[in-house]
C-alpha cells in the first residue's frame, strides 16, 4: 500500500521508498525522516487531497501526491 492509501487518522508504518523512485526525490525524502520503521499519520488534507500533511517524528510535514505515492506503508495495527 502507498502513503497515499492511508486516511486521515489513521497510522501506518513506513516499509520502504520505492526501488525506481528518482534518487534525488528518493534522497530528499531519506533527508525529511521518511525513513523504514518510522510511524507517519495524515493529518491536514488539501482541497483536491494535493498536498497532503502528515505528522513524522512530531513533525508536520507536507508531500504532493506524485511524492508520498513512493513512499509503501503498512498500516499500524490499533490498541483497543
Known amino acids: 500500500m502507498d ?3 492511508i486516511k486521515k487518522g489513521e497510522t501506518a508504518i513506513i516499509k520502504e521508498i ?3 523512485c528518482d534518487p534525488v526525490i528518493k534522497q530528499r525524502l ?3 525522516g521518511f525513513v523504514p520503521g518510522a510511524e507517519i499519520t495524515p ?3 488539501s482541497p483536491f487531497n494535493d498536498p497532503i500533511a502528515y505528522t513524522i517524528h512530531q ?3 507536507s508531500l504532493r501526491q ?3 505515492k513512493q513512499i509503501r506503508v503498512d ?3 490499533k490498541v483497543e
Open 3 to 5: 502513503l497515499t492509501d
Open 18 to 20: 520505492k526501488p525506481d
Open 30 to 32: 531519506l533527508d525529511l
Open 43 to 45: 493529518r491536514l488534507i
Open 59 to 61: 513533525t508536520l510535514i
Open 66 to 68: 506524485q511524492d508520498a
Open 75 to 77: 498500516l499500524k495495527e
